[in-house]
C-alpha cells in the first residue's frame, strides 16, 4: 500500500498507468447530499436549529402574541439554512475530488480537496468488507485491513468508517448502488486471493567442493 501526491493522473483515479494482467472493474464518486449526511452530520444539524428555533419561539409567546413570537425564531432559521448550505458545500468539494475505484487486484481511493492522495489497498491487504446501504441503494462499503497495515483516521476522513479510529477502516462513502458494488469487490477480491502468488527466488549456482 502506498500514497502519493496528486499531481498528473494517466488513468482517471489512479496516479499511475495499470500495469500489464490489471483493469478496471468499477469507478463511482459519493453522492454529496447523502455524503453531508453521513459524514458530517447535516440531520443533527437541521434538528439542532429546528430546537433553538422552536425554543425561542416558545419562550417568546409568553411575553408577546405567538406571530410575533413566530418571528423570534426566523433568526435560528436562518442560520441553519447558512450551516446546513456550508455542510452540503464542503460535502459537495470532497465528492467532486474523490474517485473511487476497483480493479481486479486492488481497491484504489483518490480523496481529499486540498491536499489529494490515493490509496491503493491491495485485496491482500483487506481481510473483510462491511457494507451499509440505505433504501435509496446509496451506502458506505467500508474495508478492514489485515496485519500491519495502518491508516491516519484524520488524513483520511471522511472516506472512513465512523468511529474506527484506533484501526482505521478505509471506506467507499455514500456511493450509490452499493450492494453491487459490494458484490462485486467480494467476487474480484476472492478471485485475487486464491491466486498462488509468485515469490522470486535467486538463482543458486552449484560450486564444487574443494
Known sequence: MHHDDFKFEPVRGLPEALP??????????????????????LKWVIGYFTLL?????????????FGTA???GVPFLIGGVFACLILIGIATVQARSTVYTLT????????????TMT????????????????KSGIG????????QTRLSYLMTWPHVRP???????????????AAHVAKMFAEAAETRVSQPQVTRVARLEAVPAE
Open 20 to 41: 500489464e494482467g490489471e483493469h478496471i472493474l468499477w469507478q463511482g464518486s459519493p453522492n454529496p447530499l447523502q455524503l453531508a449526511k453521513d459524514a458530517l452530520a
Open 53 to 65: 428555533a422552536s425554543w425561542r419561539v416558545m419562550v417568546s409567546s409568553i411575553d408577546v402574541p
Open 70 to 72: 413566530l418571528g423570534h
Open 104 to 115: 481486479n487486484k486492488r481497491v484504489a481511493m483518490r480523496i481529499g480537496a486540498a491536499l
Open 119 to 134: 490509496l491503493n489497498l491491495p485485496y491482500v491487504c483487506i481481510g473483510n468488507a462491511n457494507a451499509s446501504v440505505h
Open 140 to 147: 458506505t462499503i467500508a474495508f478492514e485491513m489485515t496485519g
Open 163 to 177: 468511529w474506527y479510529m484506533a484501526k482505521t477502516q478505509p471506506a467507499f462513502r455514500a456511493i450509490p448502488n
